[in-house]
């Protein structure tokens, strides 16, 4: 099985989990221990590209907090966690348990350090079934194979010889694939993916791409339903301009409200599909302040 986990705070329990690999504002640490394979994401850097941090939350299906240091940003990442309700693994490098008595974190375990690893695999994510979907988070030419696209396998699965649709809304075909190095004719939900394609030049994709068996395209304008933590005083401001991270996408945002719905106005349009999850950003700490759910899409 294939397993993807945010690692929001500490390089060093990145590092344990797995081996470094590629770095692209989110650096990724793999681990093979037999049939299953892990994939760790962990923010180049918390401050310099804060967007990451919900970035790597949003994409992975487990999040691991250490509490290595119980700190302003560690409050932060509470928050975050609650906000998306996915199962989190906490490490007992400090008791914290007065910060999780008030019972907004709900799927959670307190694990030593050593045993995260074990943990990471006792969990079964929920594959998403809802057709074939690869979330995009670099693009790149090889010579003699043509435009390679790196990415996780998010619904369905990838074959080679698929032919998919890029967010432009051009077809496009699997020519080959590889995960941890290895050629493979098969990538499943949750995979890692390197995807050599037929039809398109590396130029034209962007990070935050989707390859999907169904045409999914960019919205400037979203309808979705906002959830704000009880932890933050401050009301959602029309007049302000937020940071909105929805896989790995990312916009600035502005918000029309109506009751707990919005009509959210992105500076850029973003590849997102009806149901994506995304998180909401602010100036002030707790800076992952909301999140929402995408109910509908406008093209401009």
């Excluded at 962990?42 to 941090?53: D, G, H, I, M, R």
């Amino acid at each position: 099985m294939h397993y993807v986990v945010a690692v929001p705070l500490d390089k060093d329990l990145a590092d344990f989990i797995g081996k470094k690999g590629s770095v692209n504002g989110i650096t990724f640490y793999n681990r093979k221990q037999d049939d299953n394979t892990i994939v760790a994401l962990a923010p180049t850097s918390l401050e310099e590209k804060f967007y990451s941090v919900a970035e790597a939350m949003l994409i992975a299906d487990q999040i691991v907090l250490s509490t290595a240091n119980v700190d302003k940003s560690f409050g932060e990442m509470l928050i975050a966690c609650s906000l998306l309700g996915k199962h989190t693994i906490i490490t007992k490098d400090n008791d914290v348990n007065n910060l999780l008595a008030n019972g907004t974190m709900r799927d959670y375990e307190l694990v030593d350090r050593q045993g995260v690893v074990d943990r990471i695999l006792a969990f079964k994510p929920q594959a998403e079934q809802k057709g074939t979907r690869v979330d995009v988070d670099k693009a790149f030419p090889v010579k003699g194979i043509g435009t390679v696209a790196l990415g996780i396998v998010k619904s369905g699965r990838v074959r080679v010889h698929d032919k998919l649709k890029h967010t432009s809304g051009k077809d496009v075909e699997v020519r080959s694939m590889q995960s941890q190095d290895v050629d493979i004719g098969e990538a499943e939900y949750g995979t890692r993916v390197g995807i050599a394609l037929k039809g398109i030049e590396h130029d034209e994709m962007d990070k935050g791409d989707l390859l999907a068996s169904d045409k999914l395209g960019k919205a400037k304008v979203i309808t979705a339903e906002i959830t704000k933590s009880g932890f933050v005083n401050e009301s959602v401001d029309q007049t302000k301009l937020y940071q909105l991270v929805l896989n790995f996408s990312y916009t600035n945002a502005r918000l029309e409200l109506d009751g707990k719905s919005a009509r959210i106005h992105l500076e850029k349009p973003i590849s997102l599909a009806v149901g994506d999850k995304f998180l909401l950003i602010r100036a002030a700490v707790p800076r992952i302040f909301a999140s929402g759910i995408v109910t509908a899409t406008e093209s401009g």
